[in-house]
C-alpha cells in the first residue's frame, strides 16, 4: 500500500470515530452542568443584590477601595459555602 493509500485510510478512520457517538468528546451539553451553572447565576444576583445594601460590604469596599470587595458573609454565599 502507497503512502498517500495509507494517510487516505487514516483520515477516514480517524473521520468515523469523531463521528461515532460513544467517541465524541464532551459537547459541554450536560445538564447537571447547566443546572449548576444555572444555580451559581441565581445565588450570584441574590447575594450581590443583597451585598450592595448590607453594610458591612460596604464597610469592606471602603476599606480595600474594591468596588467588588464583599463581606465574609456574603463571600462565603457566593461561593456556595
Known amino acids: ?5 495509507d494517510r487516505k485510510d487514516t483520515r477516514a478512520a480517524a473521520h468515523k470515530l469523531r463521528n461515532d457517538p460513544a ?3 464532551p459537547t ?3 445538564p ?7 444555580d451559581q447565576e ?3 444576583d ?7 445594601v448590607c453594610e458591612a460590604c460596604s464597610a469592606e469596599r471602603a476599606s ?9 458573609t456574603h463571600l462565603a454565599e457566593v461561593m456556595g459555602f
Open 64 to 72: 480595600t477601595g474594591d468596588e467588588t470587595a464583599l463581606c465574609a
Open 42 to 44: 441565581v445565588r450570584d
Open 46 to 52: 441574590r447575594v450581590f443584590g443583597e451585598a450592595a
Open 28 to 30: 459541554g451539553n450536560d
Open 23 to 25: 467517541w465524541a468528546p
Open 1 to 5: 500500500m502507497s503512502k498517500r493509500q
Open 32 to 38: 447537571m452542568e447547566k443546572l449548576m451553572k444555572l
